[in-house]
């Protein structure tokens, strides 16, 4: 059975990092091990699996489906064709997925530092028996905020279509969309409980993942890197510093609360900029004998500014090599409750 879909599987690799939910990675490495800055991908042995063969046996078993099940005839064959890849890789690991190309596309949006929709955060909760979506915040000078919605506004319509019982990534799909196309969106008022129809131009929408930097007081600084590992953060982060030290920053306090991961290689710069030239920040193992690899600091001038990195249970990934290697380094007091505990680093193929 050929397929036309375009997919990409992501796959995992073991990591060792420290976190406050896995004991401490070794820091001692194999001889082959090699350092280098940045994670690449390593090349797998010849296939031994005959494709033809799995194609035969998913054909034969789609049309036994087809045939002899009561809603044979009724099916999504493409859904239940992704399903079936979908539980093959989970019983590799919780966290290998399968994406078709519209599934892709929103993986590369996330990891971009802007897509394109209203300029408004969303949240969910039960009413009823049923789930509602409202306004959480809307971006100064956004779309959004330009057509007056406001935090609470339930959202009741978009396009047409009713949002009442939808999941909340479903919510977000149907407020994103191409730049410059409209959204007509009909919210509840929170404070009067009126409706009200708002047409909403979709553009381009900062996705930043440092949304607050500030001093507590001073010569403490504050910094949320609260939105994910990015293709920006290490950029942003950079700024962040740059400012809080113009302020007259001497300590500072990193916040990785529900920060659950993302780019290595951002996570990576990150780390770099606290600790010294050879120090472990994390090792990978993958499945071909002899892979495994360091990575460490290459930087012969960190900086020394005083750290306190905060954390939770949504503390993840990437997040967690970033407070392991501090941790283990004793670079930084780590203070919070147990991460999240994902020792594994994703590549797509």
């Given at each position: 059975?050929?397929?036309?879909?375009?997919?990409?599987?992501?796959?995992?690799?073991?990591?060792?990092?420290s976190?406050?939910?896995?004991?401490?990675?070794?820091?001692?490495?194999?001889?082959k091990?090699r350092?280098?800055?940045?994670?690449?991908?390593?090349?797998?042995?010849?296939?031994?699996?005959?494709?033809?063969?799995?194609?035969?046996?998913?054909?034969?078993a789609?049309?036994?489906?087809?045939?002899?099940?009561?809603?044979?005839?009724?099916?999504?064959y493409?859904?239940?064709?992704?399903?079936?890849?979908?539980?093959?890789l989970?019983?590799?690991?919780?966290?290998?997925?399968?994406?078709?190309a519209?599934?892709?596309?929103?993986?590369?949006?996330?990891?971009?530092?802007?897509?394109?929709?209203?300029?408004?955060?969303i949240?969910?909760l039960?009413?009823?028996?049923?789930?509602?979506?409202?306004?959480r915040?809307?971006f100064?000078?956004?779309?959004?905020?330009?057509?007056?919605?406001?935090?609470?506004?339930?959202?009741?319509?978009?396009?047409?279509?009713?949002?009442r019982?939808?999941?909340?990534?479903?919510?977000?799909?149907?407020?994103?969309?191409?730049r410059?196309?409209t959204a007509?969106?009909?919210?509840?008022?929170?404070?009067?409980?009126?409706?009200?129809?708002?047409?909403?131009?979709?553009?381009?929408?900062?996705?930043?993942?440092?949304?607050?930097?500030?001093?507590?007081?001073p010569g403490?600084?504050?910094?949320?890197?609260?939105?994910?590992f990015?293709?920006?953060?290490?950029?942003?982060?950079?700024?962040?510093?740059?400012?809080?030290?113009?302020?007259?920053?001497?300590q500072?306090?990193?916040d990785?609360?529900?920060?659950?991961?993302?780019?290595?290689?951002?996570?990576?710069?990150v780390?770099n900029?606290f600790?010294?030239?050879?120090q472990?920040?994390?090792t990978?193992?993958?499945?071909?004998?002899?892979?495994?690899?360091?990575?460490?600091?290459?930087?012969?001038?960190?900086?020394?500014?005083?750290?306190?990195l905060?954390?939770?249970?949504?503390?993840?990934?990437?997040?967690?090599?970033?407070?392991?290697?501090?941790?283990?380094?004793?670079?930084?007091?780590?203070?919070?409750?147990?991460?999240?505990?994902?020792?594994?680093?994703?590549?797509?193929?």
């Open positions: 059975m050929k397929r036309n879909s375009i997919f990409v599987l992501v796959l995992s690799l073991a990591l060792c990092f976190s406050f939910a896995q004991t401490t990675a070794q820091k001692e490495t194999a001889k091990s350092e280098t800055s940045l994670p690449t991908a390593t090349v797998a042995p010849k296939s031994v699996i005959k494709g033809e063969d799995i194609e035969a046996n998913i054909a034969e789609l049309t036994l489906i087809q045939d002899n099940h009561v809603n044979g005839k009724k099916l999504d493409n859904e239940l064709f992704k399903s079936s890849i979908d539980g093959m989970h019983t590799l690991d919780p966290h290998s997925n399968y994406f078709d519209k599934e892709f596309e929103a993986f590369r949006t996330e990891q971009r530092s802007e897509y394109f929709g209203i300029g408004a955060t949240g969910d039960k009413e009823g028996d049923s789930n509602v979506t409202f306004i915040a809307t100064d000078g956004s779309p959004a905020f330009r057509a007056g919605l406001r935090y609470g506004d339930k959202i009741v319509e978009v396009n047409g279509t009713p949002m019982g939808k999941a909340f990534y479903d919510v977000r799909n149907f407020l994103r969309g191409e410059g196309t007509k969106v009909k919210v509840q008022s929170l404070a009067t409980g009126e409706f009200k129809t708002v047409d909403i131009t979709r553009d381009a929408v900062p996705q930043p993942s440092i949304p607050e930097i500030y001093m507590i007081r403490i600084g504050y910094i949320a890197m609260t939105g994910g990015n293709q920006t953060t290490a950029a942003e982060f950079r700024d962040a510093m740059r400012s809080l030290k113009a302020q007259g920053m001497q500072l306090i990193l990785l609360r529900g920060n659950g991961g993302g780019l290595v290689r951002e996570a990576y710069q780390a900029a600790l010294n030239s050879g472990v920040i994390f990978q193992k993958g499945r071909i004998e002899d892979s495994e690899r360091t990575f460490a600091a290459q930087n012969p001038n960190p900086d020394k500014t005083p750290l306190v905060l954390v939770n249970r949504g503390t993840a990934s990437a997040s967690e090599i970033l407070s392991g290697a501090l941790q283990d380094h004793d670079r930084a007091l780590i203070v919070g409750e147990p991460t999240f505990g994902k020792g594994l680093v994703q590549n797509p193929f």
